[in-house]
């Protein structure tokens, strides 16, 4: 579906490195994300996965794409489809770039 090397993906990198397994929940893990990067990687965060979203695959494919990288995410806890929530992400991405 998307390039045979996922890790070489930004959109993999993004989702695995912030919304994995090990973290207390996704809440957090977008916190931790905006303290630690950089204006620069967070503006180039939001182009990435602003790409994907316009992609031309498909929903189920991009649903089912993220749901495998972010791993450490529950959806239906979270109570929205895996493309629903990464455009809530990117949101509040492009709110904390404003501030930084």
């Given at each position: ?12 990198q993004f989702l695995a490195g912030t919304f994995h397994q090990d973290i207390h929940s996704p809440e957090e893990a977008i916190v931790e994300l905006l303290t ?65």
């Amino acid at each position: 579906m998307f390039a045979s090397n996922k890790v070489e993906e930004p959109v993999f990198q993004f989702l695995a490195g912030t919304f994995h397994q090990d973290i207390h929940s996704p809440e957090e893990a977008i916190v931790e994300l905006l303290t630690v990067e950089s204006k620069e990687y967070l503006e180039s965060a939001i182009v990435f996965l602003t790409d994907f979203i316009q992609s031309e695959y498909s929903d189920t494919e991009k649903n089912d794409y993220i749901q495998l990288c972010a791993d450490g995410v529950y959806f239906p806890a979270v109570g929205l489809e895996p493309l629903q929530w990464l455009d809530q992400i990117i949101e509040i991405i492009k709110e904390a770039v404003k501030s930084k």
